[in-house]
């Protein structure tokens, strides 16, 4: 059983930064895909980041924005994010899975962590 426990969360002014990192326990099979999503209230959920093995896809909100890159010991999956605007206010969740699923609503990562709230003021 794979557990994801994501921190780094926080409130931060517009134009700041804050780096989010999602760390796995238990059984955690280095070529996984691993993701950050988003869910601001009353609003889907949207893809932010993915990455696999070295390969990376952002949403175009965040792009130039934001970097997902992994630790060297591949159980923590970090999300810098600098640059940040109000329209970035949301819980985020890293989710994992043995393939990709895109950048979508999140439908078919089979593990989540329990979120971590980003709030940006103007």
């Known amino acids: 059983q794979v557990q994801l426990v994501e921190s780094g969360g926080g409130s931060v002014q517009a134009g700041g930064s804050l780096r989010l990192s999602c760390a796995a326990y238990?059984?955690?099979?280095?070529?996984?895909?691993v993701a950050w999503f988003r869910q601001a209230p009353g609003m889907e959920r949207e893809g932010v980041a993915l990455?696999?093995?070295?390969?990376?896809d952002y949403a175009d909100s965040v792009k130039g924005r934001f970097t997902i890159s992994q630790h060297d010991t591949k159980s923590i999956v970090y999300l810098q994010m600098n640059s940040l605007k109000p329209q970035d206010t949301a819980m985020y969740y890293c989710?994992?899975?043995?393939?990709?699923?895109?950048?979508?609503?999140?439908?078919?990562?089979?593990?989540w962590g329990q979120g971590t709230q980003v709030t940006v003021s103007s």
């Open positions: 989710a994992a899975a043995p393939i990709c699923y895109g950048l979508g609503t999140g439908a078919g990562y089979h593990y």
């Open positions: 238990g059984y955690f099979y280095t070529h996984y895909c």
């Open positions: 990455l696999i093995d070295h390969s990376t």
